[in-house]
Each structure stands twice: as C-alpha cells, then as structure tokens.
C-alpha cells in the first residue's frame, strides 16, 4: 500500500514513501524532521498544527500525507531564514508567547491573513486567529501584536 | 481597536502604558524611571533590569517555533509506548492475557502492574497510586498495561491486543453518593440508593474505592475553628447564609504530557519530560524504581503549558523509565488529548455551604464555611485542597471568629488536584458572590462593604496568617474609578451589568511537600573568566518566563545585559533542588535563591577588585556590563577583567543562593497550608452583557488591578494577568469537567471541540493596573502574578449577571441555560402574582425579598469531626491548638 | 487509524464505480468529518475515494438567469467569501462563515458540510454502540441530552449539524447526485431523511452516490423596485468559533411593498434533519411583518416541539431566533449582518 509522494517542503523538493493512513502532520514531524507543527489534540480542534498548504492554512492533523502529493507545505522553519518575518518580530517584541506551544500555527495563521488582508480590523485579526486556541495569554498580546505589524508597515512607507 | 491596556504603578505613581510601538526591548513603555532600590547590604541602586519591560530570554525560539518540547526529542533506537487504559470506572482486575500483544510484530515490551508495584502519590500522606493497576481500576482511563515498540502504529496495535477481565465493583459518582456508601460514616443502608449496581453479598469493601482514609469513601475531614463563632453571631445584625456549586474544569495545556526515557551505557536512568516538578518526579521515580536517585537524572522540557496539571509524578513518567530499563533502548510517550483529560488533576468541584454574621455596616462578626470536594479515585494534592478551600479566606476582609468544615470523597472519575489557585477559587467565588448579597440586604454599597473591613497591612489573621505587604484598597479604588462602578452599578439597562470582586493568593506555599527542614531554591552561579554567566537552578519555566526572571535578578546585581545569561534550569543533574513551578512561589522563592547568589557573586568582584586596584569596596558599583568606581565613573573595568582579577584572587568564581520561607505563625493541626511569604491582592470589575432571550453571557470588559509588589518585569506581568483573567473567564462561563450520568461515568468531553474553552471571539478586553508595594519577604518587593488574577473573575462576572438582570447564578460555569431557567422561573412567577416572588433562598434571610436564583439548594448532612479550637492573636493566642481537655473544661 | 486503500479516480464515473463495488469504500472529500471519524475508530473504511484530485467539481458560477451553481468540492472558504454570495444569498455566505474555523474552511467543502454524520457524544465515542450505530439504544434520551433534537427525534434523537444545509434549504436549492447510473437531481430539502425512515442514515445517497452539485433557482423579480429579497442565518453557540450550532434559523424572504411575498424558514440544529417551519411560513404570507408577527410565527413552529430534559433551553431559543431572523429580513432599511 506504500506510495512514493513528492511534495516542496519550504521550497525545497522532498520524495519520500507513505502509507495511505499516514497523516501529514506526523509525517512532517517524524520523517521530514519539521518540528514547529505540534500535535495537541490531532483532531483538528486546537490550531498548533496548522501549516501552509498552497498558501492557505490548514490543520495537518486533518490532511493525509499521500494527498500533500504534489503540493506545497510551509511550516515556521520555512518562513525565517536567518531574520524574523514582520509578524514574528511583532510577536517578539509584544512578548506575546508564553509557553509558545501555539506560536507555530499563530504565526502561519497571521501570516496568512496579513497576506489577504494588509489592513486588517481587530474583528479581521480576531476572526483570523479564532481557530487557534491559546490557553495563556488571553489573546490580547498576540491580536496587539498583529495589529501593530500592519502600522508598522504603514508608517515605514 | 484595541484600546491600550494600562498598568499602573500605585506605590510610586509610576504609569507603564502598552503602546503600539514598543521600546526596542518590549512593549510597554516607562513614562516615569523606577525610584532607587534599597539593596539588602544597606547600599542603594537604580535598577537597570528590574521593572523594565523586557522581552523574555526564550522569546525568539518561541517566534520560530524551536522551542523543544518533550515530544520534539526523538533518539536513536527509540522505542514508543502505548498505555492500555481501563474502560470501566471500578472493578477488580480478574486477569490480563498480554499474550497476543507480546508475539506481535515491532512489540519489544509489555508490561502490567507486576512490573510496578510499588505505590506513589505526590503527598506522602496520599501513596495511592501505581503506575500501572496492581488488582483493582478506579477510574475509566486508569492505566493497567503499557507496550513498547518499534513505532506508534504497532504499539497501538499491541495495546488493544491485550485481554483484560474485569469483575465490576459499584460505582460512585458524586458527592453525595461517596458520603452515603455502605462502610462510610454516613453510611446508608439501602445501597441501591447510591445508583450503583446491587452485589451480591453485600462485601462493603467493595463500595471502598481505596481502603485508607478517614472512613468509606471519605478521603479527609477537617475541621478547624478560630475563636468563637457561635458567639460571634450572636453580635451579629444580620446572618446569612448561601449555598454554592463550582463545577470541577481542567488545565487543558495545549502541548499533551509527553515523556522520554533513556538508559546510558552505565545503566544510569534519564527522563525528559514535560513536568512542573522534576524534583518530586525525581523522588518518585527512585521509589518506584528501587534505584537510587543518584543514579537517575529528570530533565523537565519546557512546557506547553501546565497551569498545576503536570505538578503530580505521573504514571506515564514511572512507564517508559520502566520500559527503558527493561529493554536498553529509548522509550517515548506522548499521550492523546483523551489521556490528558483522563490525567486530569484539575479544578476540584467543591459545594460550598456558607454562614456569615454582620454588622449593620458590613464588619463581619463570624464566618463559619463548609466545603465538599469531589476529589475523584486518587488523592492526588486532595488533603492540600481541602485545607485550600477553608484557608484564604480569612486574608482580605477581617473575619475575627472563623469556623471551616471541609470534606473530601472518593469518587471513581479522574482525580481532581491543583489547578491555578489551587483550592481558592471555588470559595473565593462563594465569598464574593454571598457578600454582594449581604452588601444588598444591608443596603451596603459592594465597594463600601469590601473596603472598609480589609485586613491590616502586616497583621496576623485569626487562622496565623501572616499578611505582609497589602494593597488590596488601592486595588479597589483603581478598578472603581477606570470602570465608573459608582455610576453603573444598579443603573445600566436591562440585560446589561457590572460587578465587583476582590480575591487574594500565595507567593508560594511556606511549608514543603514532604516535611524537612531545607530551602524551597536553589540557585547556583557560575562566572567564567571571559565573562560568561551561567545560572543553574531546578525551577521550570512553563511559559510563565521563570527563566527569564533568574535572568533578570542575576544581571541587575551584576550589572550585566540579561540576555548574555546563560539560563540552565530543570535538570537533577545539574541544578540545584527547586521545589517546582506551582503554587506561585517561583518569582519569590528562586527570586530570592537567585538574588543572595548574585549578590554573593558581586561580592566576590568588588572585593577582589577593591583590593588589586586599592579602591574602598563601598565605592564600586556594577553597571552597563562594567565595575565602576561610583566617585570616579571614568574609572572602570569591564565585567570580564572583574571576574579575571576574582578568579585570581579567589579561584573559580561559583556562589550559590537559597530561600527558605519564614516560619509560619500557626502551630496548630492543619496549619500547614495557607501560610505564604506574601499574599498578592486582586480586585476586578466585570462589565457583561445578557440576553435574556438567549441566556448568553458576553463579557464586554474587565478591569483588574493587581497587587504585585514590585513588578520584576512588567510586560510579563501583564501576559500573567491577562492570562489569568481568560482562564477565570473561562472557568466562569464554558468550562466544565463533567462526566454522563447514566452511563458509567465517562467522561462527557474528552476533547477540545466538547470542553469548551474561549477562543480569540468570546475574550474580553482587559484593562490592567499593578499595584507596586513592595513586599519586604519578594526579591525586589515582587509578589506573585501568575494565579492570584485568575480568582477574582468569576464572582465579578456572577455579580455583574446579577446587576444585568437580577436572577442569582450560584453555579460555575453560568451557562446559557442556567440563566435562561432563572429568567423565565421568575418571569412565571411575576406573572403568578398570588404567590411571593421569594426564590426559595438557601436559608436565613429576615425581611427582604430574596432573589431568584439557580444554583444548589442544600448540602449533605455530614457528622462533622470536633474542631481544632484556636485562639486567635488578639485573644492572646499562640497559634497552637487549645487542648481538648482545655476545651472540655471549659464546657 | 487503520490502514486502507486510497485511490485517486480518474473520472466521477469511476470514483462511483469503486465506491458501488466496494461495500468498505468511502468517499473523502475535504476529510474534515470523515478522518475525525476515522480517528475515533467510529468507522473504518477498506478503501477511500478522493475526490480532490477530480477537476471541475469546486466551481461556483452565478448569473442572474440561471442562479447558483456550486461544485461539491468548492470549499467553504471560497463560498463565505465570493462575492455574489454575499450580496444575493447572504444567509448562504453567515453559513458558510460560521463553520468552525478558518483553517477548517480552507478545507471543508460544501459536500462534505452536507454529508457530514452527527455529532452526538454518544455516536462519536466508539464505547457506545448506539442505535445510529447499529446498536440497540438511543443513549441521549436518559443520558446527556443538551445538544439533541426538540423536533423530529425518534427513534434517534441526533442533530444534523450542517449549518449550510439550512441555508440553502431556505434558498429553495436543489441537490445533483451522481451514481454509478447517472445523476439524479432533488430538492436539497427531500435530500435528507428522519430516522423514522433509517436510523443509520441521515440522507437519500444509495451506494456510490456522491453529491456533485447545489443549485439555487434566480429569483422572481428581481429587477423590479418595490421588491426585495434578503436572507439572513443566526446561529447560536457556545463560543464564536468552532463550534455546532445549539440552534440555528435560516430565513430567506422575498417582500413587495413591505409585504412578505414569499419566505421560507429553516432550523439547524434541533431536529434530525433541517428543520423546514411551514407554520412560520403560513404566518407570514401576504403579511407585513411586525415583533408580534415575527413572535407568532416562532412559538407556531415549535409547538410541536418535544424536549428531552436537558435541552429544553432550544425551545425558546430557536423561536426566538426566528423572530429575529424575521424581523431582519423584513426591516426596509436592515441590511442582514
């Protein structure tokens, strides 16, 4: 039942063998040695898991690996190469974190909402963020942040 | 918009405002410097570090999500491990056949109780647990085989090709049913009253869920009473009494418990795993494992999240160290969102009967409180939590006459134990919801009736409660005023409302968990001659930036840049004992640990340095990364060269540093818990919204000040107020641990989608204030943050419902149904106007028409233990038990 | 979560063709609902039958003479937000929105939405071998009940939890299914059964049956300048995101001169399937709506309704949340939210 997948895990090409019940998320955590996907409920409830599918967020607890063939995955790793992107400098410098076992799918998820929506409201970033459940900071620090990166960027132009 | 939220430096009239661009180093910004800070060793310093808003030292692996939690580690040759948990709440194990397991492919280990027999628990009075069922199960989910293989699949595999015959036991599944078992003190002889299953011959062993306690399924009894309470109703013009539920909920961290085991070639044992308390782990482990603790090693991973539920030593700890030494290989295992509910340990779910006398202006004569804890099939913390529900009460308003009664049972659901603040918030909520309702028949402003009876700043309580430092009053009037309460309360529109309440918690428990006489921290510093500082200690940071406090402390003494520390913490090999993060004592207590090392450390510097370069030491000062002759600024040499010229003058520069609590006040039995170096204070405003048609609560705003002390850093503060308000947030309107009542008491909700938890759409905004009074017991006059917040949002919501539209919910959490059936109960009696509008009040209530509620109507009749009779200080007291022949002369 | 065959059809002829031969194959769509299913061991399938690789099955086209058309496939992400969804069927678009979460929309596709299986604790936990499972029992009726059916329970008292299906229903849509003889159309309103007809299963797809397509009719006059159509869905949860309705109305209504000339009302979330309120309906017609009709109507479409003991809450909720739902679809000025 093996199959041979090949995906682009943080622009690079990777060909790896899966079985049909492997899910993505363990995939990426076990075999590809991507570890800012976490695994906190694996029933798609919590957001720690979330990645860049094609561009758009998804939960990789709910995706079987064998359909990521062809397609493009992005997880933090590939995002910072060497420098933090606007939003995780924004989430650095409010302190936003605290156990930061969230952080990976909050920084994909506000990564993906400032891409469609420069501009956002704070309902735009609550909305945006809704599905990524924190248990320690109560939000406003990560929302405060998140705001701050849009005027931030309005400022420098 | 988010409006900013405002921290306020009471003590100082300093205001740290959050702002939309942050200092380079975090996000609030100093409008005024911080005052200079009177040292220890009688010299005076500005602080450089303390009370700036920096960023935590881990931030960034944080931001690029290479923090390594317990699950992130992989090995070679690493084995995973599956648990095969009960299914049944309570049975005896008749048989378990792992013999299909063991032949399958991929499995290397199966293991059953036999491989584990000796019992644990974290309390030595509590050895009840084993890491895996011996002959009996008391819980769905409780743990009775674990299998290692060579991947998760085929130990899932393994695991449910194990056999497993039970005979089943009755069950108990509440309060009630535990107190009334046959074999209890209150034993009921008609035994299918308790909805349990009929045994055939009646064995009331059977009905026993442990066979140790006070008596049946009663864990513990307390009984304690402070002066006199029966007299001090009698100088009472009101009593009243009020009964109140709080539904048991859970920590719910978002990284599942995880643990790693490894056996080096030297057969020494470590553990990594995601653990509050390495150091309780750690002894544990040796006792279960007959070894040595010398010869095993716990390293606590960092944790995503704990919130008290990774305080106790787990099974899954004791397994795969098991599993590890048996096969020679690495065993991991990470369990299911399912098994960490099952894990549990969280919020008790307490029934709580409370009498209180007053005066007509709100002076409280005497309290007397009951509490009834559902502590589930282990004990856990549980002897702590009971104390815990009786003890705090007595440290924000003066109560001069105090009686509590608590009891504890035995139930066949997950064990109940510490969740943030431990205990407190179930009776803090009783407290503060029954004393708006007096402040109401009194005719008492809430804020009046608060105000004007709180404990005295550094006073003994009648139960020997030290208070310190107390800033409970400045706490109210910020949280009064920023709200316009005054203008609001009673005067907002149908459906919408505001409340008040006030709470106060620990900086850490003074007295350990296992009786000894040694420090609670320890801190250990190690200097390099190229500058480098290394700072060891056995505390954990759990995403509350304990890492980055020891950081703090240690660069403002030395004078050096905290991000230039190196951090080494949780590690028994390495690190000196701290006792663990809970009970909010790590700010304090390794605080402490961390400033005598430091200033030890400077010492050693400016003493060395005075002699090679002939300058008095009084006049040395370090700061900006440099030792500095303070008469002579141009005069300095680098941090570096310091520590050359110490090295050479003394040898390799490493001090060490420890904090052990004050003794506390109270001598008598029971005294143990509730006694802190300092108490934090909160008060908290709660605007709501409700929709009578719905019952929907939506929380608008909360304002709270907190009482800090002295904030070490005050953009984490802020994380830990804002933090604790969610929780209590949540705890207020979603979130329950409750379990199906027809059905064998499974678990209603073991997951994240079924516990509801608030997402980024039901949070409030928050206002935040800090109260800075610093505490002369905190390093820097800190107190604790991280839980004290949490205790006053509930009651402040229960009371802003009230206000919004006048039905009483004296139940936790106050969901939609709960007051939509308190809505329309009095709707139809409105309409009924041949009957009173009284809503069946909980008891006495002379003269006002009582509101309607929902909530609990009475508690059990339970034959309470004679108390332990104290005197309080202002009777002449000495914090010892009055003899009970003393008490029965009197009589 | 057991091993299986996954295939990935060449063309909808063929994926039906497996699905009807192979008695264990299931379809797997965005795999939102399935996998959870999986995962919880509720269900395990021999072989899966993806669907994401099929092309032109996640359209959605809209004109004024033709309505409506979208692809099973589309995801629900792309449906809260297209355009003219939000502008001409905005009750369609809240729907849509209200689904879980972002992440789960960027996923979750209509079909799936509408073929997705209850959500009773009892059905998702595999100790319970309930009645919706083949077993003997109906747990919630003396168990945990707060989220169960009010209307239309019996022998099974489950929730269809789809938040779209109202919605639609209140649009007048029709569903196209194909199999392996062909596609057959209905509207989406007969598409789903009570357990009276099958306690197992919540729809009329026969073996390797798949939903291919929605299509919501034009409306009537919709040029001219006295009429108006607006649409509107009002859910109530327990949290704003991620989360089953505990009732939800859906109400679509066509008015002329401020009278209700047509409208249709739908609950979610109390009733096996979505709940159509004829009652509601009847009330209205002709009318111009007012907080008195608006009332009227709601209490009339749950008269019939029969709580279980812990979900009598929904009763009061659901009329008033058709009474809202009403009223702003009639306000002249209201644009629904």
Same mark, same amino acid.
């Not at chain 3, 031969?21 to 965005?30: E, L, R």
């Not at chain 3, 209307?151 to 019996?154: E, K, R």
């Given at each position: 039942m093996r199959k041979q997948i090949t995906l682009r895990l943080n622009d690079e090409p990777r060909t790896l063998e899966v079985q049909p019940n492997d899910i993505l998320l363990d995939v990426l955590r076990e075999k590809l040695g991507v570890k800012s996907p976490k695994i906190g409920c694996e029933r798609g409830d919590c957001g720690a898991c979330t990645i860049l599918l094609d561009g758009k967020t998804v939960r990789s607890c709910l995706i079987l690996a064998i359909e990521a063939d062809g397609h493009e995955v992005m997880t933090v790793e590939g995002l910072s190469r060497g420098s933090l992107t606007p939003v995780q400098q924004a989430l650095l410098e409010h302190n936003s974190f605290q156990c930061g076992f969230c952080a990976p799918g909050v920084v994909l998820a506000a990564t993906e909402l400032l891409g469609d929506n420069p501009h956002p409201t704070e309902q735009d970033v609550k909305e945006a963020l809704s599905g990524n459940l924190c248990?320690?900071?109560?939000?406003?620090?990560?929302?405060e942040a998140i705001i701050d990166v849009q005027e931030k960027a309005s400022k420098s132009l | 918009m988010i409006p900013s939220a405002v921290a306020e430096i009471a003590g100082f009239c300093m205001q740290v405002t959050r702002t939309r661009d942050p200092p380079?180093?975090?996000?609030?910004?100093a409008t005024k410097p911080y005052p200079v800070h009177l040292m220890k060793n009688g010299s005076s310093k500005h602080l450089e570090v303390v009370g700036k808003p920096f960023r935590k030292v881990d931030a960034s692996a944080k931001v690029t999500g290479q923090t390594k939690f317990a699950d992130d580690i992989v090995l070679p040759r690493m084995l995973y491990c599956k648990i095969l948990r009960s299914h049944v709440p309570h049975a005896l194990i008749r048989k378990i056949d792992t013999s299909k397991a063991v032949a399958m492919p991929g499995v290397v280990a199966v293991i059953t109780g036999k491989s584990l027999p000796i019992p644990y628990g974290i309390l030595p009075v509590s050895q009840d647990e084993h890491a895996l069922c011996l002959d009996k199960v008391r819980m769905i989910g409780d743990p009775v085989a674990a299998v290692a293989a060579i991947d998760e699949d085929a130990a899932f595999e393994a695991m449910n090709a194990i056999e497993v015959e039970y005979d089943p036991l009755p069950v108990i599944s509440s309060i009630q049913d535990a107190l009334r078992s046959p074999g209890s003190a209150h034993m009921d002889d008609n035994p299918s009253r308790t909805g349990g299953p009929q045994l055939a011959g009646e064995n009331k062993e059977a009905w026993r869920i442990h066979g140790y306690g006070d008596h049946g399924n009663v864990h513990k009894m307390v009984a304690l009473e402070f002066g006199d309470v029966e007299e001090g109703f009698k100088q009472a013009d009101l009593i009243r009494e009020d009964v109140f539920f709080y539904e048991g909920n859970t920590h719910l961290p978002m990284e599942q418990h995880a643990a790693v085991a490894q056996v080096d070639g030297d057969g020494k044992l470590c553990l990594w795993s995601s653990t509050q308390t390495p150091h309780y782990v750690h002894r544990a482990l040796a006792k279960v494992l007959e070894m040595p603790a010398s010869r095993i090693r716990v390293i606590a991973t960092p944790n995503g999240g704990g919130f008290g539920g990774k305080s106790d030593p787990f099974p899954h700890e004791m397994i795969v160290s098991k599993l590890a030494l048996l096969t020679g290989r690495p065993v991991k295992v990470t369990l299911t969102r399912e098994e960490v509910f099952y894990c549990h340990r969280g919020r008790h779910p307490v029934l709580m009967w409370v009498k209180t006398g007053a005066k007509k202006d709100g002076a409280i004569t005497a309290m007397h409180f009951r509490s009834f804890l559902d502590g589930g099939a282990y004990g856990s913390y549980g002897v702590a939590s009971t104390y815990y529900t009786g003890a705090l009460q007595t440290v924000t308003y003066k109560i001069p006459n105090y009686k509590f009664e608590g009891v504890r049972v035995f139930t066949n659901k997950p064990p109940c134990g510490p969740k943030r603040g431990h205990g407190t918030p179930q009776p803090r909520y009783a407290l503060e919801v029954h004393l708006d309702k007096i402040a109401e028949q009194l005719r008492l402003d809430p804020v009046a009736i608060r105000k004007n009876h709180l404990v005295e700043p550094y006073s003994l309580t009648s139960n020997y409660l030290r208070v310190g430092s107390m800033g409970l009053a400045a706490c109210i009037d910020k949280v009064v005023t920023a709200s316009d309460f005054k203008n609001k309360f009673r005067n907002l529109p149908y459906g919408k409302g505001i409340g008040l309440a006030c709470a106060s918690y620990l900086s850490g428990a003074g007295l350990p968990i296992y009786w000894n006489h040694m420090p609670h921290s320890g801190v250990q510093l190690r200097l390099d001659r190229q500058g480098g500082v290394c700072v060891m200690c056995g505390s954990i940071d759990i995403g509350q930036g304990s890492d980055s406090v020891l950081a703090y402390i240690i660069a403002e003494v030395l004078g050096i840049d905290p991000f230039d520390i190196r951090v080494l913490t949780a590690d028994t090999d390495l690190t000196p004992v701290d006792l663990g993060s809970y009970s909010s004592r790590v700010t304090l207590m390794t605080g402490n640990a961390a400033l005598e090392a430091a200033e030890r450390a400077r010492d050693l510097l400016i003493r060395a340095v005075s002699e090679k370069m002939n300058i008095p030491a009084t006049r040395l000062s370090l700061s900006g990364g440099r030792l500095f002759d303070v008469e002579n600024p141009e005069t300095s040499i680098s941090f570096a060269e310091a520590v050359q010229i110490a090295e050479a003058r003394f040898g390799t520069i490493g001090t060490v540093g420890s904090y052990t609590p004050p003794p506390s006040a109270g001598k008598y039995k029971g005294a143990g818990v509730g006694p802190s170096p300092a108490y934090s204070y909160d008060a908290a405003v709660a605007e709501v919204e409700v929709d009578p048609r719905t019952g929907i609560v939506r929380v608008e705003r909360i304002w709270i000040a907190h009482d800090i002390g002295r904030a070490i850093n005050p953009a984490l503060t802020l994380g830990q107020v804002e933090g604790s308000v969610y929780m209590?947030?949540?705890?207020?309107?979603?979130?329950?641990?409750?379990?199906?009542?027809?059905?064998?008491? =499974?678990?209603?909700?073991p997951s994240l989608l079924e516990y509801k938890s608030p997402t980024t759409l039901e949070m409030c905004d928050v206002k935040t204030f800090l109260i800075e009074d610093p505490d002369p017991n905190g390093p820097f006059g800190a107190k604790e943050v991280g839980q004290g917040p949490l205790l006053p949002v509930p009651p402040a919501i229960a009371n802003a419902v009230y206000d919004a539209v006048q039905v009483r919910i004296d139940e936790v959490p106050i969901t939609p149904d709960k007051v939509l059936s308190a809505i329309q109960k009095r709707d139809e009696k409105q309409e009924d106007e041949g009957e009173s509008a009284n809503g069946g009040g909980t008891g006495i209530t002379r003269g006002v028409e009582e509101p309607h509620r929902y909530g609990p109507k009475s508690v059990p009749e339970v034959d309470w233990p004679e108390p332990v009779r104290v005197k309080p200080p202002w009777d002449g007291g000495t914090g010892k038990e009055i003899l009970r022949e003393a008490v029965h002369a009197r009589e | 979560?057991?091993?299986?065959?996954?295939?990935?059809?060449?063309?909808?002829?063929?994926?039906?063709?497996?699905?009807?031969?192979?008695?264990?194959?299931? =379809?797997?769509?965005?795999?939102?609902?399935?996998?959870?299913?999986?995962?919880n061991g509720i269900i395990q399938p021999g072989t899966l039958v993806n669907l994401k690789t099929l092309p032109n099955l996640d359209y959605i086209k809209f004109s004024e003479s033709d309505g409506l058309r979208i692809g099973a496939m589309a995801t629900l992400a792309k449906i809260e937000a297209h355009p003219d969804i939000r502008k001409h069927f905005t009750v369609l678009s809240q729907a849509a929105h209200s689904v879980a979460t972002p992440q789960i929309r960027n996923v979750g596709t209509l079909g799936g939405n509408l073929c997705q299986r209850p959500r009773c604790w009892y059905y998702r936990n595999p100790a319970f071998h309930c009645l919706k499972k083949g077993g003997k029992e109906c747990f919630s009726v003396s168990g945990e009940n707060k989220y169960n059916a009010i209307?239309?329970?019996?022998p099974v008292f489950i929730v269809h939890p789809s938040d779209c299906a109202p919605a639609l229903i209140s649009l007048g849509a029709e569903v196209t299914v194909a199999g392996p003889r062909g596609k057959r159309s209905m509207p989406l309103e007969k598409f789903f059964i009570l357990p009276t007809e099958n306690p197992l299963r919540e729809n009329r797809l026969q073996a390797g049956e798949v939903v291919t397509e929605v299509h919501v009719p034009p409306f009537h006059d919709a040029g001219s300048s006295s009429s108006a159509h607006r649409s509107v869905y009002l859910k109530v949860k327990e949290r704003g995101a991620w989360d089953f309705a505990l009732a939800s109305a859906a109400v679509s209504m066509e008015t002329n001169a401020g009278m209700c000339r047509s409208v249709r009302v739908v609950l979610g979330g109390v009733a096996p399937i979505p709940w159509r309120c004829p009652q509601a309906e009847k009330t209205c017609m002709g009318k111009q709506i007012d907080e008195a009709l608006a009332a009227e109507a709601g209490k009339a479409s749950l008269a019939q309704a029969v709580p279980l003991g812990k979900n009598d809450y929904k009763v009061e909720m659901a009329a008033n949340l058709i009474k809202r739902a009403l009223l702003m679809c009639s306000a002249s000025s209201a644009s629904p939210r």
């Open positions: 248990r320690c900071t109560g939000y406003q620090s990560i929302i | 380079k180093s975090g996000r609030i910004t209590g947030l949540g705890e207020a309107l979603m979130e329950e641990m409750s379990y199906r009542t027809n059905r064998n008491v =499974v678990h209603k909700f | 979560m057991r091993n299986f065959q996954h295939f990935n059809p060449a063309s909808l002829a063929q994926a039906t063709t497996t699905l009807s031969s192979k008695p264990d194959a299931w =379809v797997i769509a965005g795999g939102i609902d399935l996998l959870g299913e999986m995962k209307l239309g329970g019996g």
